[in-house]
């Protein structure tokens, strides 16, 4: 990237309009209830169903270790991303990887200042080989616009990098055989920040099984690098209310404003 577009910081206006917002409460209201703490699930352009929900990896697994060695210094990026995501690509670590067309290894630009963290991959992603290129994928293009960054500039993955069937949520131990990739790529990415979307990436990352409409608006620390948890694109589709669209407008202000001062 780097950085927001000096000039062309999103206004309020231009996030409202990408959002479809009419007009936004002075104080985002909680999102509505259901009875608990998660986004009720149900597929959207890939992403769906409820089922086993990620959850923290048992005590005494290290999920910090780099799937690959890392070699010393910049220069050995490059190759360790080829090695990364040549190993993703072939890897048969979890069941997942029987039913994909495409692992979803992650795009965006490897030196960006924010990552973006979603699920995994749904029907269209897992077609293209590519993170978040649905109709989800597309409120996320709308809502990196918002922000005044183009797409290429940020760096996208999710936290399984194979479509899991029916697209339900990521079992545990599919969460934990993957996430070292995830790791990896975040350690070389290093960003400013990060972006959660939705409980089973910011339940990996922060390692909790606090729900993510408690979670979301407030900053967290994944190794040293602020974390901004907030709902899943695919959840903004199936509850479009302006309750929900001002709630994601609130929590990217908080990152606009984090970029700006890092
Ligand atoms: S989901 Fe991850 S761990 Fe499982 S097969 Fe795919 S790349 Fe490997």
């Known amino acids: 990237m780097n950085g927001i577009h000096g000039g062309a910081v999103l206004t309020r206006l231009h996030f409202e309009q ?12 909680p999102p509505p209830a259901s009875g608990g703490t998660e986004e009720p699930r149900r597929p959207v352009s890939g992403r769906g169903d409820a089922a086993p929900s990620a959850a923290p990896a048992p005590a005494g697994v290290d999920l910090f270790t780099p799937a690959i060695t890392p070699g ?20 048969k670590k979890c069941r997942l990887h029987a039913g994909r ?14 990552l973006f963290v979603g699920e995994g991959p749904g029907f269209d992603e897992d077609q293209q080989g590519v993170p978040f290129v649905g109709r989800a994928g597309q409120l996320l293009n ?15 993955c999710n936290v399984v990098k ?6 339900r949520t990521p079992a545990d131990d599919e969460v ?6 995830l790791y990896e790529q975040i350690e070389l990415v290093a960003p400013s920040v990060i972006v959660t979307l939705g409980a089973p990436a910011t339940k990996t990352l922060l390692q909790t099984r606090q729900g993510i409409m408690s979670m979301r608006g407030k900053w967290h620390n994944f190794r040293g690098i602020p974390l901004m948890p907030t709902y899943h694109p695919a959840f903004v589709l199936r509850q479009y209310t302006q309750e929900v669209r001002s709630a994601v407008w609130e929590d990217m202000k908080q990152v606009m404003e984090k970029l700006k001062q890092s």
């Open 18 to 29: 990408a959002m479809g917002i009419e007009s936004v409460p002075p104080v985002a209201p």
């Open 176 to 181: 934990l055989a993957c996430s070292r990739y």
């Open 142 to 156: 709308k809502i990196i616009a918002a922000m005044g960054l183009k797409r290429e500039e940020v760096y996208i």
């Open 101 to 114: 067309t495409n692992a979803v290894f992650g795009c965006g630009n490897k030196q960006a200042r924010l």
């Open 72 to 91: 010393a210094g910049e220069p050995d990026k490059a190759a360790r991303w080829k090695a990364l995501e040549a190993e993703v690509q072939s890897c």
């Open 162 to 167: 194979c479509r899991p069937p029916e697209n």
